[in-house]
Antibody
Framework: QVQLVQSGAEVKKPGASVKVSCKAS????????ISWVRQAPGQGLEWMGW????????NYAQKLQGRVTMTTDTSTSTAYMELRSLRSDDTAVYYC?????????WGQGTLVTVSS | SYELTQPPSVSVSPGQTARITCSGD??????AYWYQQKSGQAPVLVIY???KRPSGIPERFSGSSSGTMATLTISGAQVEDEADYYC????????????FGGGTKLTVL
């Protein structure tokens, strides 16, 4: 069965960077892209961007351009999302999801807390 | 930047029909998708490509789209349908950004 397993919770100081991983299993990794979505406490879903696991092409949300980098490691079927220059309003649960128009496969979410 | 607009809340009694709307300028050209999110859980896709239902989603969930508005309809809403619902779509400009609506809290009681 399709599974996306994310790395554990992180606590970071303002200005630091965080890198969240998302390990896929149960399907051919390079056949689907990976989207990243975040949700601040008590707030709605925010699309961050996506990466093609086939060729590494990316499309980032404009507000995160320059601070976010999405990558993949096809040898381990793992996607990564790195966010730099963290601010308090980056505190959120970060989700990865298989880019699938008719399916719904999401990771369990990773809480990133930014606090001094 | 592109936006999708949803009502913050909708409330129905069990067995009634709930309708949640989503408006966006690009919806005449782009598909709408609907996600259900229950407290503390990851979102679940309930409608894709305006009106298609993924396997495992109850038949009471349906979707439609006309002009700049997409609608999620839950016919005979049940208590377990109480959740936040988000529409999702893509801008139709040359740089395709993707966006979620602000979300609608559905209360069934």
């Amino acid at each position: 069965q399709v599974q996306l397993v994310q790395s554990g919770a992180e606590v970071k100081k303002p200005g630091a960077s965080v890198k969240v991983s998302c390990k896929a299993s149960g399907y051919t990794f390079t056949s689907y892209g990976i989207s990243w979505v975040r949700q601040a406490p008590g707030q709605g879903l925010e699309w961050m961007g996506w990466i093609s696991a086939y060729n590494g092409n990316t499309n980032y949300a404009q507000k995160l351009q320059g601070r976010v980098t999405m990558t993949t490691d096809t040898s381990t079927s793992t996607a990564y999302m790195e966010l730099r220059s963290l601010r308090s309003d980056d505190t959120a649960v970060y989700y990865c999801a298989r880019r699938d128009s008719s399916g719904s496969y999401w990771g369990q979410g990773t809480l990133v807390t930014v606090s001094s | 930047s592109y936006e999708l607009t949803q009502p913050p809340s909708v409330s129905v009694s069990p067995g009634q029909t709930a309708r949640i709307t989503c408006s966006g300028d690009a919806l005449p050209k782009k598909y709408a998708y609907w996600y259900q999110q229950k407290s503390g859980q990851a979102p679940v896709l309930v409608i894709y490509e305006d009106s298609k239902r993924p396997s495992g989603i109850p038949e009471r969930f349906s979707g439609s789209s006309s002009g700049t508005m997409a609608t999620l309809t839950i016919s005979g809403a049940q208590v377990e349908d109480e959740a936040d619902y988000y529409c999702y779509s893509t801008d139709s400009s040359g740089n395709p950004s993707e966006v979620f609506g602000g979300g609608t809290k559905l209360t069934v009681l």
